[in-house]
Structures are given as structure tokens and as C-alpha cells.
């Protein structure tokens, strides 16, 4: 019995790190091909399996759940779309909001917002705690005029809907769990890139 618990284990964290190795060697695909030189730091965003992860010097330093958009993906204005490719963090906002503060217009005002954890639904697209403003990298994808991710206000940001998150349910942003964005937010820098996938 105990055998089979150490076998089954096993298997578990080697499929783990496989999965990580495979995620690594996306971002650094990628980004040697679109930029053509190589990394130190990244977050990768795979919106087929909905979750991020903040990857360093070759290692898979966290993973989080996440939510991109409930219409898709995609980086035209005003569809509400999850925009693909290289971004960066161009700038960074919230230090002195308090968890599960609401910040409107990147500002916060006082207001704490209640937390749906179950299918509840927020009838605002709430931004809440912190938000990293993410800028195309790639003209034409997600840069230039009528597709601009900057432009659009695309950001990963503290959400009121913790319980959607792992399915799409943004409008069009990188939702993350309040406590989760304000532990990223101390580590990323201005200018991390970011890649959605």
C-alpha cells in the first residue's frame, strides 16, 4: 500500500514538473523568436488552461488560477477580448490599496468590495487591490492603432468574482485571486513581459 502512495506521488510530481518544463519552454520559444534574445523573467498566461505562471531564471516560480475573457480572445476595441501575444508591465498601481479595495480609474476611494466566492456574480467588472498595465509588444497584434492592449486598458488585476475564477469571466483583463495579485504585485518589476497564449 504504501509502495503505491509513493508510486502514485511520483507520478503526480513528475507530471507537475513535466507540464512546468513544457510551459518553460514555450515562453522561451516565443520570445526567442519574437524578440531574439532571451529571458530572466516572464508570465506566462495559457488561456486554455487558465492559469499563470511567474517563471524565472528557467524555474516555474508560482502558479495561479486565473480568468481571461468570457468573449474570447482577441484584441480589437471595445470587444471585450483577451488580447494574445508578448506584452510587458508598463506600469503598476494600488501600493496603499488595502485587499479587495475597488479602484476606479486606477484610483481607490474607500469602498471594500464584497468577495463572491461561489457562482454569484458582481453586477460591476470590479478592479480590485492591485493592477499590473500590461503594453503590446507585437504591432499588429496587440499594438498599433484599433487593437492597442495599453490603449484598451488590459490589465491583471484583483477581482470580486473569486469564484469564477479557472473559467473565462473577464471583460477582457487578467483576473487573479486579491491575495494572490498583491503577493505578485511586491515581485514583478516595470517591464516584465508578460505572454498570453
Same mark, same amino acid.
Given at each position: 500500500?504504501?509502495?503505491?502512495?509513493?508510486?502514485?506521488?511520483?507520478?503526480?510530481?513528475?507530471?507537475?514538473?513535466? #507540464?512546468?518544463?513544457?510551459? +518553460?519552454?514555450?515562453?522561451?520559444?516565443?520570445?526567442?523568436?519574437?524578440?531574439?534574445?532571451?529571458?530572466?523573467?516572464?508570465?506566462?498566461?495559457? @488561456?486554455?488552461?487558465?492559469?499563470?505562471?511567474? /517563471?524565472?531564471?528557467?524555474?516555474?516560480?508560482?502558479?495561479? @488560477?486565473?480568468?481571461?475573457?468570457?468573449?474570447?480572445? #482577441?484584441?480589437?476595441?471595445?470587444?471585450?477580448?483577451?488580447? &494574445?501575444?508578448?506584452?510587458?508591465?508598463?506600469?503598476?498601481?494600488?501600493?496603499?490599496?488595502?485587499?479587495?479595495?475597488?479602484? /476606479?480609474?486606477? @484610483?481607490?476611494?474607500?469602498?471594500?468590495?464584497?468577495?463572491?466566492? *461561489?457562482?454569484?456574480?458582481?453586477?460591476?467588472?470590479?478592479?480590485?487591490?492591485? +493592477? &499590473?498595465?500590461?503594453?503590446?509588444?507585437?504591432? *499588429?497584434?496587440?499594438?498599433?492603432? *484599433?487593437?492597442?492592449?495599453?490603449?484598451?486598458?488590459?490589465? +491583471?488585476?484583483?477581482?470580486?468574482?473569486?469564484?469564477?475564477? *479557472?473559467?473565462?469571466?473577464?471583460?477582457?483583463? +487578467?483576473?487573479?485571486?486579491?491575495?494572490? @495579485?498583491?503577493?505578485?504585485?511586491?515581485?514583478?518589476?516595470?517591464?516584465? &513581459?508578460? &505572454?498570453?497564449?
Amino acid at each position: 500500500m504504501i509502495k503505491r502512495i509513493l508510486l502514485i506521488t511520483f507520478l503526480f510530481f513528475a507530471l507537475a514538473c513535466f #507540464g512546468q518544463e513544457q510551459m +518553460i519552454e514555450i515562453a522561451k520559444n516565443y520570445i526567442e523568436n519574437k524578440c531574439d534574445k532571451s529571458f530572466d523573467e516572464v508570465l506566462l498566461v495559457s @488561456v486554455k488552461d487558465q492559469k499563470m505562471y511567474h /517563471i524565472k531564471q528557467g524555474e516555474v516560480l508560482s502558479e495561479y @488560477v486565473i480568468s481571461s475573457s468570457v468573449y474570447g480572445e #482577441g484584441s480589437k476595441d471595445g470587444s471585450n477580448k483577451t488580447p &494574445l501575444g508578448l506584452h510587458k508591465v508598463k506600469s503598476k498601481f494600488g501600493d496603499k490599496t488595502p485587499i479587495n479595495g475597488k479602484m /476606479i480609474g486606477r @484610483v481607490f476611494y474607500g469602498k471594500i468590495t464584497t468577495i463572491y466566492t *461561489g457562482n454569484s456574480k458582481s453586477k460591476t467588472d470590479d478592479v480590485l487591490s492591485r +493592477i &499590473l498595465w500590461l503594453d503590446g509588444m507585437e504591432e *499588429g497584434l496587440n499594438k498599433g492603432d *484599433g487593437i492597442d492592449s495599453y490603449s484598451r486598458y488590459i490589465y +491583471i488585476h484583483g477581482t470580486s468574482e473569486e469564484g469564477q475564477l *479557472g473559467k473565462p469571466a473577464s471583460h477582457g483583463c +487578467i483576473r487573479m485571486k486579491n491575495k494572490e @495579485v498583491i503577493e505578485l504585485y511586491e515581485k514583478i518589476k516595470i517591464g516584465t &513581459l508578460v &505572454l498570453i497564449l
